[in-house]
């Protein structure tokens, strides 16, 4: 059993074939080389001590449903027959999105990264973010004690543009990762970025970053649905969006999306096999790399809340993922959802496709429930194939470097020749099944979204979990508005720029004219180089107060004696500008580089 070096938390090893997160691997079920999803069936879920189980009643379905579905589970009767070399096509499901075309439904006069992202992240979703976010911190502010030099002292409410152009910074700061925050208003010659503190001051930057909230704080007395809403509303109102604005193609995939953190949550999730192996779970429904729909992972709150709980949870997921797309437009039929091996079950396509007019794709364990035994131990025939059929219900196995094995209700055991890549050169021809050549085409919708949102991602190390999902979204409103956007251009006979493009001309369009007071201090720096420099008479004078100050050529207060001040300055530059009188008069009017 592994562990992790902290002592509230410990995951387990869960050996049951049926078990809704874990499910015991095999090589002889690892998903072909060219597959673009490795599975998600090795999910352990962590236990923490301190994790309560909140009992949710379910809205999906009466009493009275759920005891039939169960029942009608319970009495399946498979019948397996060798379908090899005389498997027949059924008369399929005609693909119709009812009166919506496939594409991008605001038409085609967008034609400006602005205008795409604002489909997702609207005005009014922008305004309640601002209110909440002022809301928040006039509460925060006033139970501090803060002392007299605090940089509470200085807040001031949250305005349209400075939310605007806080989104596009944030934006920005994801196409140049830097170590830390702060480092994007460094001084430094070899570190300087003149852009971020032309928009905004430092301190009032991170004001905003502190106290940046998407929902009204819950009491202090709270559980998992309270503390869920801090950012189940913003999700639930892009995932409606996202649907809203795009109508899919016959072609779907279900798949997870790991949002990294670490940080002390009860429904964390730990996966060996992921290259983000901590992290908070969301499932996604895409297509083309355009999320459809998503479902965040809260634990039990989730599991509890989905359509059959006579299901898996793995089964219930797609389910409830699909039935999102039923809700908004009923008519639509035939699609084709394509899965890997967490999800795919015996039971899942009889679902799909009785009751919902939706066929199925996708690796399948070969422990499931109602496998038979001549797939779990195949014959292969000369052509190195095994397949067996029950009704609508294809059970594929295709004997390559492993064995792979795969569950359709739309292909049949038809295969084609391809030609393979060798090492060294040259080209294998073999017959592979039709079946895994679309799993391997069209599986990887996820996938490439998560590819567009790790490029250009703004994440970074927070104790609040929700920070994760909210940032999370708003790269998932960059990604469906380029997506959009190439669909819309291609549609135009129009060439569309690089992704990284449209995210810096999107950070033009939302930063806008704002500037945060900084211009001035710039322009007023850049006349007082040109003044110093200038080659004219400059006068000296002494304060007639009395007033020292710190030289600005000679004096350092970050050394132990360094400190030299003096009563003198430059009535000419506009500054008036303290320095002692002599060498360091002369260096500052005659040197680029003063400072000693």
Known sequence: MSKRSRK???????????????????????????????????????????????????????????????????????????????????????????????????????????????????????????????????????????????????????????????????????????????????????????????????????????????????????NMRTRSEKISKYLHYLDTKFRENFVSGRELSIDEAVVKFKGKISFITYNPKKPTKWGIRIYTDANTGYVQAILPYYGSLTTENLVRPDLPVSSKIVLDLYQKVLDLRPEVAGHIIFTDRYFTSIPLPNALLQKKKCYLTGTIQTNRKYIPDVIKKPIFSDNKIAAYRSDEILLLSWKDKRIVTLLSTWDTSATNKINRRMRGGGFLQLEKPVAIINYNNYMGGVDKADQYTSTYCFMRKSNKWWRKLFFWGLEMCVVNAYIMYKFVLKKNNQKPISHVKFVRRLVDQLVGDFRDGSQRNTETSTSSELERLNDRLHIIRHDDNGNCRDCIVCSNRKIKGGRKQTRSYCDTCPKKTFMCIGNCFQKYHTLENFKI
């Not at 490795?38 to 994790?51: L, M, P, W």
């Not at 990762?177 to 991170?206: C, G, H, Q, V």
Request: aromatic share 12%.
């Open 8 to 222: 509230d938390i410990t995951f387990c090893d869960i050996s049951s074939s049926d078990d809704d997160f874990y499910v015991e691997s095999s090589d002889s079920d690892e998903v072909m080389e060219n597959s673009s999803s490795d599975s998600g069936s090795e999910i352990q879920r962590v236990v923490r001590k301190q994790f309560r189980r909140f009992n949710i009643s379910s809205n999906s379905e009466d009493k009275g449903e759920r005891q039939r579905n169960q029942r009608d589970e319970a009495n399946v009767d498979f019948t397996w027959r060798n379908v090899v070399n005389q498997d027949i096509e059924d008369v399929k499901i005609p693909f119709t999105t009812g009166t919506k075309p496939v594409g991008p439904q605001a038409g085609y006069q967008c034609n400006e990264p602005i205008k795409f992202f604002k489909l997702f992240f609207t005005d009014q979703l922008m305004n309640t973010r601002l209110k909440e976010t002022n809301k928040y911190a006039r509460v925060k502010i006033a139970r501090k004690n803060t002392s007299v030099h605090s940089t509470w002292n200085t807040w001031v409410d949250v305005t349209k543009a400075e939310i605007s152009a806080f989104l596009g910074v944030i934006l920005n700061m994801g196409t140049m990762p830097l170590p830390n925050l702060k480092e994007y208003w460094s001084t430094a010659r070899n570190a300087k970025i003149p852009y971020f503190a032309e928009i905004f001051r430092r301190d009032r930057f991170l004001q905003i970053f502190w106290m940046l909230h998407t929902n009204k704080k819950a009491a202090s007395a709270q």
